[in-house]
């Protein structure tokens, strides 16, 4: 599970390498899953940034994810997630698993480009907002709302369910099911139905030693009445009544 480690540190931009890099060999599951979770390197960010307020291309804890494990160029994560994402996938291409990376990190504005896209739906004509809120709730986040802010989470190979029921979408599928943890990526939001939120998406992969302390983090601003309300998007008022903190934020699947 050492493969390609220090490379690793290489691709995800040398010029801003760590000075501690961390090995992103295996942590113990128990290491992400406490209440008081901090990550290996102590991560903690400014809450607006996890609130999407953030430009990764010119901050300097975010990197490029290397173009070859990329379905576009210019995609960004936080760089400890990066360097761990890169050695988990070339350990998978060396048993002939692609692990591509469609979507990293997603700034407010660019969710919120998205969710005003499908608000405007031709289809939603004459819905009540609620109704189109919970419908594009369905994979979706409010902007604000979403781990893709936090620059922890990826979303993987496919952005359709049935792609991972066959072929190399399930064997891609599987192998991050059998290896990922080891990594310390985990699949947010599975079948389990004990989750809340968001349908299952096979694809979307996070982080968790730097995504279970921003979580926290957000949850102790929220606990001091800390964290703005949602707003300057089409149904932002509505947040709180359809529970996007307590459904969707907390709604995760964890092992
Ligand atoms: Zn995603």
Not at 130 to 145: C, E, F, K, N, Q
Not at 214 to 228: K, S, T
């Amino acid at each position: 599970m050492t493969v390609g480690v220090a490379s690793a540190w290489m691709a995800c931009g040398a010029a801003t390498a760590p000075t501690k890099p961390t090995a992103p060999t295996s942590p113990p599951a128990s290491a992400f899953l406490t209440d008081t979770v901090q990550s290996a390197t102590g991560a903690v960010a400014d809450v607006r940034e996890l609130l999407g307020h953030v430009d990764p291309a010119t901050h300097p804890d975010f990197v490029a994810i290397p173009t070859a494990w990329c379905a576009r160029e210019g995609l960004m994560l936080r760089t400890e997630a990066c360097s761990t994402f890169v050695a988990m996938a070339e350990a998978a291409a060396l048993e002939g698993i692609r692990l591509e990376a469609l979507s990293a990190t997603r700034t407010f504005a660019h969710q919120r480009s998205i969710w005003e896209r499908k608000w405007s739906r031709p289809r939603y004509m004459g819905w009540e907002g609620v109704d189109i809120a919970r419908d594009i709730l369905t994979y979706s986040s409010m902007p604000g709302s979403s781990r893709h802010h936090w620059g922890t989470d990826l979303d993987l190979h496919s952005l359709e369910s049935d792609d991972f029921t066959h072929g190399e979408g399930q064997r891609v599928v599987a192998w991050l099911r059998a290896n990922a943890e080891g990594f310390g990526f985990v699949e947010v939001y599975t079948e389990d139905p004990a989750r809340t939120g968001y349908l299952p998406e096979p694809w979307h992969w996070s982080y968790m030693p730097l995504a279970e302390a921003f979580l926290a983090q957000l949850e102790e601003a929220r606990a001091r009445n800390e964290l703005p309300a949602f707003a300057g998007f089409s149904g932002a008022e509505l947040a709180d009544s359809l529970g996007i903190f307590d459904a969707y934020m907390r709604g995760i699947h964890r092992p």
